[in-house]
């Protein structure tokens, strides 16, 4: 199927000049910061840098799950000019994220996250063996979370401080993006457990996380031994049975991609499902909450689940025909487009260039930069460009 989108040539110009001032931004920041591993910006608009690792929090530093987004932005650079130089700032955070390895305790289901972007792109769009390595090893690791009679990957490890909230048969939604990793692991070694793993996960996500309406659940909690569904948990939404925007992001996108791999047209009917949820629900604008459930005040929104949900469009409307193709493209340009007007950055007063992201309802901060929110929409960007991207 072909995969470039019908826009108007004013929108063609609208997507160039997006893509300049986003190049422009990367070639000063990533000199800036080529030796560190972002993940927001601090009160100057500098980036901080998430490395080391701390026994009392191992899921932070070197193992936070965002860590894989910088070398990512970096390959995308790569892709779009062609630079060796962005290949080797990808590479000083690949070569820091494998110490991540011989922590271990900090690493769980994201490491998809981790080294999808950075060692096995590296290894995608080079041949790195190194990438490959890392890339498989990466998948052993997220396969051996797979909870046999449940039919999930496990999130998260025990929490640090929180011996009483046990968490080993919690699944989240975000999870829908790490399978892709398996999903490659299969592509290399032609070993079916990694595609098993993936699509059965995949499964058991559309029964347990999707509504009927569309809407999706963050935390599906199944009994640890026998893996029967137990209950939800509200996550970094507003409450339990609410909507977080980004968990339906994480949903369109991730079930998108499984479509990709494998055909089963039940995976893109979800990804559609999903969709029509959210499109229903941004504002006019294009703005997207952060939780499409929450009160009217305050009214926090998030950058990051837009843009995610943007590159998510986009990858439904690349295995669509015409018209429908129209649906979900105009709503990723929708969304992209209030992110520019509204929410960005392209100047030196700081490093980021998505400004309005949310991590959690409850969390005390609002409205601040996330790496990855500056990763998902560059990818977009580059969608509706029609690079072809093989990221995921």
Same mark, same amino acid.
């Given at each position: 199927m072909e995969h470039t989108f019908k826009l108007t040539p004013k929108q063609t110009t609208w997507a160039n000049e997006v893509m300049n001032k986003i190049m422009d931004k990367l070639s000063w920041v990533s &000199?800036?910061?080529?030796? +560190?591993?972002?993940? *927001? $910006?601090?009160?100057?608009?500098?980036?901080?840098?998430? &490395?080391? !690792?701390?026994?009392?929090?191992?899921?932070q530093g070197i193992c936070w799950w965002?860590? #894989?987004?910088?070398?990512? @932005?970096?390959?995308? =650079?790569?892709?779009?000019? #062609?630079?060796?130089?962005?290949? #080797?700032?990808?590479?000083?955070?690949?070569e820091k994220l494998h110490y991540a390895f011989t922590c271990y305790y900090g690493l769980h289901h994201d490491v998809g996250f981790m080294y999808l972007l950075g060692d096995v792109a590296d290894? *995608? @769009?080079?041949?790195?063996?190194?990438?490959?390595?890392? #890339? /498989?090893?990466?998948?052993?690791? @997220?396969?051996?979370r797979f909870h046999p009679n449940g039919h999930f990957i496990r999130a998260w490890n025990d929490i640090p401080g929180e011996p009483d909230k046990d968490t080993r048969g919690w699944a989240i939604i975000d999870c829908m993006m790490n399978i892709q990793l398996l999903f490659w692991a299969y592509d290399e070694t032609k070993d079916y457990r990694f595609r098993?793993?993936?699509?059965?996960?995949?499964?058991?996500? =559309? +029964?347990?996380? %999707?509504?009927?309406?569309?809407? %999706?659940?963050?935390? %599906?909690? !199944?009994?640890?031994?026998?893996? &029967?569904?137990? $209950?939800?948990?509200g996550g970094q939404g507003y409450t339990k049975g609410s909507s977080w925007s980004r968990g339906q992001a994480w949903a369109i996108y991730g079930y998108a991609l499984a479509y990709r791999h494998t055909g089963k047209k039940e995976y893109l009917d979800t990804a559609k499902k999903v969709a029509h949820y959210f499109i229903a629900?941004?504002?006019?604008?294009?703005? %997207? @909450?952060l939780d !499409?459930?929450?009160p009217e005040t305050p009214a926090w929104e998030d950058g990051?689940?837009?843009?995610?949900?943007?590159s998510g469009l986009l990858e439904i409307a690349r295995e669509v025909p015409e018209p429908e193709r129209a /649906?979900?493209?105009?709503?990723?340009?929708?969304?992209?487009?209030?992110?520019?007007?509204k929410h960005c950055c392209y100047d030196t007063s700081g490093d980021s260039f998505v400004l309005n992201c949310s991590a959690a309802y409850e969390c005390k901060e609002h409205h601040v930069t996330m790496v990855y929110a500056d990763y998902y929409y560059m990818e977009a960007i580059m969608k509706l460009q029609g690079y072809e991207l093989n990221m995921w």
């Open positions: &000199e800036k910061s080529k030796d +560190k591993i972002p993940y *927001r $910006t601090d009160e100057t608009g500098t980036h901080d840098t998430w &490395e080391g !690792f701390d026994e009392n929090r191992p899921d965002t860590n #894989g987004f910088w070398p990512g @932005l970096m390959w995308l =650079m790569y892709q779009a000019c #062609g630079d060796e130089k962005y290949a #080797g700032i990808a590479r000083i955070a690949q290894y *995608r @769009l080079t041949g790195s063996e190194e990438g490959k390595k890392y #890339g /498989l090893l990466a998948a052993q690791m @997220l396969a051996g098993q793993i993936a699509m059965m996960h995949a499964d058991t996500a =559309m +029964k347990y996380f %999707v509504r009927e309406d569309g809407s %999706v659940k963050h935390i %599906v909690e !199944f009994h640890p031994e026998t893996g &029967e569904y137990m $209950t939800s948990h629900n941004i504002k006019e604008d294009g703005t %997207v @909450l !499409f459930r929450q990051c689940g837009a843009c995610v949900a943007a /649906l979900y493209s105009s709503a990723a340009v929708k969304i992209l487009k209030n992110i520019d007007e």
